[in-house]
Structures are given as structure tokens and as C-alpha cells.
């Protein structure tokens, strides 16, 4: 098994390297909100910040989740039920 070690990207903090030179990013949770953000605030399509972030759209929502935070579609007031 070959030898991990960490190194330092700017603005993504400690990079894991593993085997065959895959990387695994470590975002701080102030740099997972701005991301959300991006999504919400921004109306920036998941698919655009997942690519720009280099990551996939069910780590997005994982960090949502993690986070507390529900999209704007949740948030939005349900209609009325039916008597």
C-alpha cells in the first residue's frame, strides 16, 4: 500500500494524496456555506457550482444536510391541504 501524505493547497487548506495521485479536497465549513450560497442566494444551478467546486452534486446536498441548511424550494410555504 503506498504511503499518504498531506499536502497544502491554496484555499482549500490540507490535501490528502493517496495512491495512484488521487486527492481528496478538505473544505472548511465557512468554504462549504459559501458554496451553498452560491446555490441559494446566488441561483446558481447545483450542477455549475458542483463543477466549478470539482464536486459532486450528492456531496452538495450532504453538506446542505450537515450543514442545516434546506433549499429554498423546501423553505418555500406548502399549499394549503385539502379539508
Known amino acids: ?7 497544502v493547497q ?4 490540507p490535501v490528502d494524496v493517496g495512491e495512484l495521485g488521487q486527492s481528496r479536497r478538505r473544505y472548511t465549513p465557512e468554504q462549504k456555506a459559501a458554496l451553498l ?12 457550482v458542483c463543477t466549478a467546486a470539482e464536486i459532486q452534486p450528492s456531496v452538495f446536498y450532504k453538506w446542505e444536510r ?16 385539502p379539508p
Open 1 to 7: 500500500m503506498a504511503e499518504r501524505r498531506h499536502v
Open 66 to 81: 450537515d450543514l442545516g441548511w434546506r433549499s429554498a424550494r423546501e423553505r418555500a410555504p406548502s399549499r394549503p391541504r
Open 10 to 13: 491554496p484555499g482549500l487548506g
Open 37 to 48: 450560497r452560491e446555490h441559494l442566494v446566488d441561483n446558481k444551478p447545483v450542477s455549475e
